[in-house]
């Protein structure tokens, strides 16, 4: 199977597809948090309420409102191996605590992935819609209509004073939690990074990793979120948001200027040696591809590579990491012999393309 076949088929929407600001925001991602009525929460769940939950969900689906929104498909995790959860994971269409409980926890995909239901994980349900982009509120109301749809045959926990009740109390009232994933390297390199983010986080927002809570922010990428769930509405919580997410744009295009003004040498000379690491490595580890990778996309947007697909940061912020690795060359890999398949593979992706280092 060529490199190329393998892509068209494991890359979600949100990886191929480009989207608003996409040079700085690589996507933007709606979760909604719901429990059925009367029924405990997964951590008090025993194998029969789980499978009453699954049920629930499976009927939603039948459902000709959902029908109508496109072509789901529901695993158990039970059913779904080890490796695959994994992938999973690295695609952020589930997460990590799901993938490690597949007795109870199930998942339901739409046929472009794009939009993915997790099922007892700390919640009943997940909603989670990912789009490619800074189209926070396009997710949110693709969001708000498979709520719908599951609303119109579930009846949800909900306290008409707190709204809807979850089992984290932070997520208690819409259950709402919004955010973005920056691509900050202006902002890193020239130093005014951790300023940012300390600003940011007194207006009551999070910041983390790629995969959330208690993930690195490798590779220069900042996932920025709303903390606040209760006493606003889904409305404000996104324009709060965007409102902070297109200042950090502006700063962040601001440092790249100044960048290319006063140490463009030294830029340019980064970003051809990354370039060069990853057309000719022979072994490299996930972190040093990420950094990479980060390195060659600023050069693909000030203009320095041209040829290379500008969703190459995206799309191998995933295939360089360890069970994708693993799924594409269809064997089980050690860590060393995985930092050989990964330049090798990143090596394949570059000459897809027709590259050109100015």
């Known amino acids: 199977m060529s490199l190329a076949h393998f892509l068209d088929n494991a890359m979600s929407r949100w990886m191929k597809d480009g989207g608003p600001e996409d040079d700085i925001i690589l996507t933007s991602r709606i979760r909604v948090a719901r429990n059925l009525q009367e029924l405990p929460f997964p951590i008090l769940q025993t194998d029969t309420i789980a499978n009453e939950v699954i049920s629930s969900v499976e009927g939603a689906l039948a459902s000709n409102r959902f029908k109508d929104m ?6 158990r995790g039970a059913d779904i191996g080890a490796l695959e959860r994994q992938v999973l994971v690295e695609k952020h269409l589930i997460s990590r605590e799901l993938a490690e409980d597949a007795k109870h926890g199930a998942v339901a995909l739409r046929e472009d992935e794009m939009v993915s239901i997790m099922v007892n994980e700390e919640d009943h349900l997940r909603i989670q819609c990912i789009l490619p982009g800074f189209q926070l509120e396009k997710g949110w109301n693709l969001a708000s209509s498979v709520d719908d749809a599951f609303e119109e045959s579930i009846s949800y926990a909900f306290d008409d004073r707190l709204g809807y009740l ?4 932070t997520n208690v009232g819409t259950g709402l939690r919004a955010s973005v994933m920056m691509h900050l390297p202006g902002l890193v390199l020239s130093g005014q ?3 940012m983010l300390s600003a940011v986080s007194q207006v009551g927002l999070a910041v983390r990793g790629m995969y959330g809570e208690g993930s690195d922010s490798a590779g220069n990428l900042f996932q920025v979120s709303n903390q606040v769930t209760l006493g606003e509405s889904e409305e404000e919580i996104i324009q709060n948001l965007s409102s902070v997410v297109q200042q950090l744009i502006d700063h962040e295009r601001s440092a790249r200027r100044t960048l290319m003004q006063e140490n463009r040498n030294a830029l340019e000379d980064r970003v051809c040696r990354s370039f060069g690491v990853l057309a000719y490595a022979r ?3 996930s972190k040093e591809a990420l950094e990479r990778c980060s390195d060659v996309r600023l050069g693909i947007d000030l203009g320095m590579i041209s040829g290379v697909s500008e969703g190459i ?3 191998l912020m995933v295939m360089t990491q360890p069970a994708f690795l693993q799924k ?3 064997q089980e890999l050690s860590p060393g012999e995985r930092d050989i398949r990964r330049a090798t593979l990143i090596r394949e992706r570059l000459r897809l393309d027709d590259t050109e280092v100015r």
């Open 328 to 330: 594409y060359f269809n």
């Open 313 to 315: 940061l995206k799309e």
């Open 70 to 75: 496109g072509k789901f498909e529901l695993w």
């Open 166 to 169: 979850t089992a984290c109390p």
């Open 283 to 285: 072994q490299i580890d």
């Open 193 to 195: 990074i951790n300023r």
